[in-house]
């Protein structure tokens, strides 16, 4: 392959890799949105999917899965349930919340070594079967799919949904409308680059 395919590769899978970032951001953002117009129907669906992806775990570990890591999204999934008793709000510094993200974490983590360890590897390679569809097909898009739905899918829920328990506060609900974390904190960030974008704007006027 010559140098100049390898260059627009290379770009080309950044500037991917940029765009789709920029499609996750916008759907979060809007998803968020959602979230905050109807949070009764979100706290249904985060409780049942709680428990649906608690009791799939245990399904998994019957069905051959490492029972301490199954074990470990069970447990993490389980810690999820507290924060559905003051759903949408929280106290972002709070037992309850660092303990919550701490075990979404190392189930992670757990998972990800999992898919990386030698024994995972060993097995796919020996139950590979290119007539079967379910043996067959792109492994990094198995484990994708797998993460996706039984490591990041609540806990994304919950991302996105909760907002600060500071702004549930008269005061505060006075001054603004309520508005999520995840939202607050890409309004934040939009709010900053504006002004940073004034200040450089008014800077080369004067020296023009």
């Known amino acids: 392959m010559g140098f100049i395919f ?3 590769s290379f770009l080309g899978g950044w500037v991917a890799i940029a ?3 920029l499609s996750v951001s916008a759907g979060l953002y809007l998803a968020c949105e ?3 117009e109807y949070s009764s129907t979100v706290r249904r669906y985060l409780h049942k999917s709680t428990l649906g992806i608690g009791f799939a775990y245990i399904i998994l570990a019957l069905d051959g899965l490492p029972f301490t890591k199954c074990a470990l999204g069970l447990f993490a999934y389980f810690s999820y349930l507290p924060l559905l008793a003051t759903f949408p709000f929280v106290q972002p510094v709070s037992l309850v919340t660092i303990w919550a993200l701490l075990v979404t974490l190392a189930n992670h983590i757990s998972w990800f070594n999992y898919f990386l360890s030698h ?3 060993e097995e796919l390679r020996s139950s590979y079967d290119e ?4 043996s067959g097909g792109n492994p990094a898009m198995r484990v994708m799919g797998f993460l996706f739905i039984f490591v990041w899918l609540v ?3 919950f991302f996105i949904s909760l907002t600060s328990i500071d702004d549930s ?3 505060a609900q006075q001054s603004k409308k309520t508005k999520g974390m995840f939202r ?3 309004d934040g960030l939009w709010e900053k680059r504006s002004l940073f974008s004034s200040a450089a704007n008014t800077t080369q006027k004067r020296y023009e």
């Open 6 to 8: 390898k260059v627009i």
């Open 19 to 21: 765009v789709l970032a």
């Open 34 to 36: 959602i979230a905050e």
């Open 119 to 121: 024994d995972y590897r």
């Open 131 to 134: 007539s079967s569809f379910i």
């Open 155 to 157: 806990p994304l829920g």
């Open 169 to 171: 506060l008269p005061l």
């Open 184 to 186: 607050t904190f890409v």
